[in-house]
């Protein structure tokens, strides 16, 4: 699969093995976990055509201004730098993954997606188990929460895809409050998934989306998310489940068109940063910087 490798020493490869014997048995909704925002976009396809979910005025504006539109859309929809390797290895453990059908596909495949296609899903899929297969102690959340171009038969592949790459690595749907790394360690089990679609109450293995919300600012100012944050973890804490606290500003659209030759990087990490103490940016990042899931 082609990508940006990014830098990773691997110096979190292993951490939930490490963890201290008095977590192992502590669920898993009481944890914090690192995770990345649009966990694939390390690679975006420039040659792809749009996504099916973008609106007609960004169709339109690519249907005018051809590669040049893309690569300016690459800079905004490039979040991550690392690979699925790289991102593990660096201790990320909860994936953000939007799933779509490419039109005039002649092989139907299923890729990644949010703007621009990205890689096909069943690379970063066995990417994702390579790892899992050299560190037998770690567990990941794979949140499957966007389809684009989905029929049935297409659902029935994703599904066929997950049983054959992962099998018995994946943990049945049960309890929240039930899964520990105990738990799962004693079973084998390595892999969650939710899925954000009916089909998740008639397959076993697949988390309902209800069980991994994902509460969203959609914000650009620093201190209405870190209350935003606040406020959102106060609530979650009362229902006992998995959730998602999305440390991600978002930029409108006059913020795109003002900085569009920029990118997201520039235009809103930058904004993230400036002025914060070391204290203050553990709470606030851009789309360019891990989100954590976690449940307290």
Known sequence: MASSQGKSELKFADWMATLPDSIHSIP???LAIPGSHDSFSFYIDEASPVGPEQPETV???VSVFGTV??????KWLATQTMNFTGQLGAGIRYFDL????KPRDPDNE???AHGLFSAKVNEGLEEINAFLTDHHKEVVFL?????YGMQKYHHEKLVQMLKDIYGNKMC?????QEVSLKYLWEKDYQVL???HSPVALEVPFLWPGQMMPAPWANTTDPEKLIQFLQASITERRKKGSFFISQVVLTPKASTVVKGVASGLRETITERGRAGKTDEQLAHTSSKTMPIISAAV
Request: net charge positive.
């Open 28 to 30: 898993l909704t009481n």
């Open 193 to 195: 998934v939710f899925y």
């Open 59 to 61: 169709q339109n504006f």
């Open 110 to 112: 299923l890729y990644f």
């Open 172 to 176: 049945p749907a049960i309890f929240a």
């Open 69 to 74: 539109a893309k690569k300016l859309m690459r």
């Open 98 to 101: 939007r799933i779509s059908t």
């Open 143 to 147: 949140d499957f929460n966007h389809f």
